[in-house]
């Protein structure tokens, strides 16, 4: 153990991409999938170490090769990625059970292998992103985790799947472009591509050329909030999820997005932030707009949609607008609901898209008018998703009622009365695209298509109930979400100029 | 931990194995609970447990003194009634159902801070709205969906309080609020509505009715009762509330003389008996606060026992309504009997628990000076003693025999109903252990010769006037109808005034709705067109107009940063 202590930073990020590796020399979905478990369940136990350590200690630096930084690559891990890590890897560990089954029947034989494979890659460019303290080490990872999520979409059986991954393909390079025309800014005015080095040289190149570092600053905004399906650039999102494989949609829905909004926060307030005050930009209130876009509109279209996958999908535009507004507040409740709403919603969303998947698994079809009657043939699965469901709405009891008890508190710190109205009003609209969707499920009289369904085997069931328990268990005990959120944002906001 | 946990919580925990357990089992298993959590309470002493930290915000979630623990006991009593009186039921919704909400009522009632008190508050309106549902009937449904969203609604206006007042003063504690701040007044009236303030009352007489047999009885236990106990700590002392609490003892009365469904009678009579207490906790002496927890106490006993009478007729006949019953005397001579206990205990009989407690607060009006006041609650006793003294027995069980035959209630509803009959008659008779564990020391006397015979010149005149009414012929020989005779002079008189200002307020409702439906329907049309399946906003966009965005985020945070 503590022979290979000083290597865990790096052992999250290779222990992956050996795996995927591996996976795909493998060619048999069975054994692909053993290995993956394998991994993921590996994954947060390395991540869970190393957030302790991070608690304890202070954060860790990891000379990748021995070459120190600013000219080597460092891993570095402080609270805030210690914190994303475990969450990334808590959902792979999680939710890697559900996908036998589910992986099984959605994909053909031979693309089983491939598809862990490509799902072992994508985690290994997501905690790459989160665990590296290299500007440009991160886009390598940020398109490691683009291009297998590309095929991982692509795999599903609906022929719009193919349009969807095109789509994504086109929007997430233009993103990664934009992201790395900012890096390339910075390096110009820098000369660094080391975070901590960037933070150190950036006050002197703002008081040079403060119209180029804001020129780096538009750019890498604009490239994450593609990624991240900020509005109005989350038109790839809602296809991407509807129509790839349910597996995919639950582990992207939960890690991918989340992990660009951490690397946008990385940027906001350790790189940029400590050295101008971004706060006094307009940036923050463009933010602060395009999440309440976000939170009415794209919850406004779930309210219409009849796919459950592409309301969910929708609902996740409008949560993300949650976390984005937390970011926007830029202060410490509204930064800390920000933070403690990307695990929540995580979680529940995780939750949301299993049970569906579970029901695709059942029933062939997540159409709203296919589902009649469903949770009485399937009770468990239905009850974790209207358990998650609530916990979208924010009820209390449920974790999202912790995240936009913090967001309104964060509203309320601004003095921003009208936007803590506004935070419930937008609640209220998923009161009604979640209604509408228990209201058929329980409600209505099962019809003849979907007399045979009952509850999935316990490979699904088990990780539908354990993340819907989250939901609840998070709303009363706060001490590893919002505790821990509370001190990142307190060194977040203490950290800003 | 465990000395200090919550008797709520033992109800709402013990309920999640309700399911697992079949027959006999868990009937005792359900019966202990309310038991076990009786017993938690009287081994706590007095003083604040269950501190915890929630949100940077320090919780107590679990105080008890002499206010909440006279509460929290007749909670756990009727809890315990409520059981018995729903053994015979094979429906876990409703077990679960009520079991949780009985426990978020008390703990709600041992809250010691807003937001405790707020959980609890939420607790309460979700899981009772399942013992609506129960009934399996649209109808039902519909009530229990108006109900839910009004309950909800409090809910909202209690956390808005809640946040306000956190953030102005710092605390969060639940002590006297008053109404001098917004955060009080938005806290207040999310008591109002729970506790069914006129104008605000009307989810009361819409929805109890619509419960199952035994879901009613557990309804009329809490919801409004928990908004009594929460407005005693929040609100005593109140001026506004006397004319609010007037108001509501008085007005039901009207719509419960002439409603035929016997459990809405109710409904409305619970509403008038709550008048009593909201006046109590107005006039605020420790006399008026003493009367209202009494009534309270007393209230929750002779309400269930009515509501389990007619739950037993809606049981075994399939009706309540007064036009169809009559005669079931002789088919239920015990539920008969029982619900005559009742009807005696609401209306203030001497030696009947509704006199001991009444009492107190009628006084407490003289003695604070409220004439008016005091002139009014007189009226609505004898009021009571009408609709629900003379007209529920006398429509159920006597009037002109209907014919129905039907059986006597099932065993399990007549222990219930003669446990809570014994009770009231108990405590009509030797009031002293009641008043003893009051919040206040209590030197009150309910038997001396003045209030024995107020009470009584009223309730005779009450009987006399019906009587004499009845043996002139004015009352035409018919018993169906002399209700509607009786009514007479109430409906004609009232019912020609309401209907002149009741069809000018009809009409400027209608155009007024008229006119909000129309902006609605447009709205809708705008955001369906917008958001629709083919709106722009839910329309797959083609790639180039992604990407065509992308670039114009991009001017639009370089311009707006330049400018």
Known sequence: ?497 | MAGELSPGLILIVGALLVPFLRGRLRGAYMLALPVLAAWQLLSLPYGSFGGIEFLDMPLVTLRVDRLSFVFGLIFLMAAFLGIVYSLHLDDNVQHVAGLVYAGSAVGAVFAGDLVTLFIYWEGTAIASVFLIWARREERAYRAGLRYLVIQVGSGVLLLAGVIIQFRQTGSIAFDHLGTQTLAGVLIFLAFGIKCAFPLLHNWLQDAYPEATVTGTVMLSAFTTKLAVYALARGYAGTEILVPIGAAMAAFPIFYAVIENDLRRVLAYSLNNQLGFMVVGIGIGTELAINGTVAHAFCHILYKALLFMSMGAVLFRTGTVKGSELGGLYKSMPWTTGFCIVGAASISGFPLFSGFISKAMIITAAMDGGYFWTWIVLLFASAGVFHHSGIKIPYFAFFSHDSGKRCAEAPGNMLVAMAVTAGLCILIGVYPRPLYDILPYSVDFLPYTLEHVVTQLQLLMFSALAFTVLMRTGIYPPEMRRTNLDFDWVYRRLLRSAALAVGGLARDAWKEFTKVIKHAARGAAHVVAHHHGPDGIMARTWPTGVMAFWTTVMLAAYLILTYL
């Open chain 1, 1 to 497: 153990m503590t022979a290979v202590q000083p290597h865990l930073p790096v052992l999250q990020v290779v222990i992956p991409l050996l795996g995927a590796l591996l996976a795909g020399l493998l060619r048999r979905g069975t054994s692909g999938f053993a290995l993956a478990l394998a991994v993921s369940w590996l994954m947060p136990l390395i991540a869970v170490a190393l957030l302790c350590q991070v608690l304890t200690g202070g954060p860790i630096s990891y000379h990748l090769g021995g070459w120190p930084p600013p000219w080597g690559i460092e891993y570095r891990v402080d609270a805030l990625n210690g914190f994303v890590l475990v969450l990334v890897s808590t959902i792979g560990a999680v939710g890697m059970p559900f996908s036998y089954r589910s992986v099984a029947l959605e994909l053909e034989p031979r693309q089983q292998a491939w598809f862990y494979c490509m799902y072992l890659l994508c985690l290994t460019g997501l905690l790459g992103i989160t665990v590296t303290g290299d500007a440009f080490n991160a886009f390598v990872f940020l398109e490691i985790s683009s291009l297998s999520t590309y095929v991982m979409i692509a795999l599903g059986r609906d022929r719009r799947a193919l349009l969807s991954s095109y789509q994504y393909l086109i929007m997430g390079t233009i993103g990664a472009t934009f992201y790395i025309i900012g890096v390339g800014f910075i390096y110009l005015l820098t000369g660094s591509l080391n975070m901590v080095d960037i933070s150190a040289r950036l006050g002197a190149a703002w008081a040079s050329q403060p119209s180029a570092v804001i020129a780096a600053l538009a750019f890498v905004t604009v490239g994450l909030s593609l990624k991240l399906a900020l509005f109005p650039l989350h038109v790839w999102l809602p296809n991407a999820y509807a129509y790839a494989p349910s597996f995919t949609t639950v582990f992207l829905s939960a890690t991918a997005t989340k992990v660009t909004i951490y690397l946008l926060i990385r940027y906001y307030f350790t790189i940029f932030g400590v050295s101008i005050d971004f706060r006094a930009l307009p940036i923050t209130e463009v933010i602060v707009v395009l999440s309440l876009a976000a939170m009415f509109i794209a919850s406004l279209v779930a309210v219409f949609e009849q796919n459950v996958k592409r309301m969910l999908a929708y609902s996740s535009v409008a949560q993300i607008g949650y976390i984005t507004l937390g970011i926007g507040l830029a202060d410490q409740a509204g930064l800390t609901g920000g933070l403690v709403h990307i695990v929540n919603h995580a979680l529940m969303k995780a939750a949301l898209f299993m049970s569906m998947g579970a029901v695709f698994y059942r029933v062939g079809t997540v159409n709203l008018k296919d589902l009649a009657g469903i949770g009485r043939k399937m009770p468990i699965t239905m009850a974790a998703f209207t358990v998650a469901g609530f916990g979208l709405i924010g009820t209390p009891g449920t974790s999202g009622f912790i995240s936009k008890w913090y967001l309104a508190l964060g509203a309320f710190e601004r003095g921003w009365w009208w936007l803590v109205f506004l935070i419930v009003a937008s609640s209220l609209i998923a009161v009604v695209y979640v209604g509408r969707v228990l209201e058929v499920a329980w409600r209505r009289e099962p019809s003849p298509a979907i007399a045979e369904a009952s509850d999935p085997p316990l490979t699904m069931l088990v990780p539908i109930v354990l993340l819907a328990a989250a939901t609840v268990y998070f709303g009363f005990f706060t001490e590893w979400t919002a505790g821990v959120a509370g001190t990142v944002a307190k060194t977040l906001i203490g950290g800003l100029k």
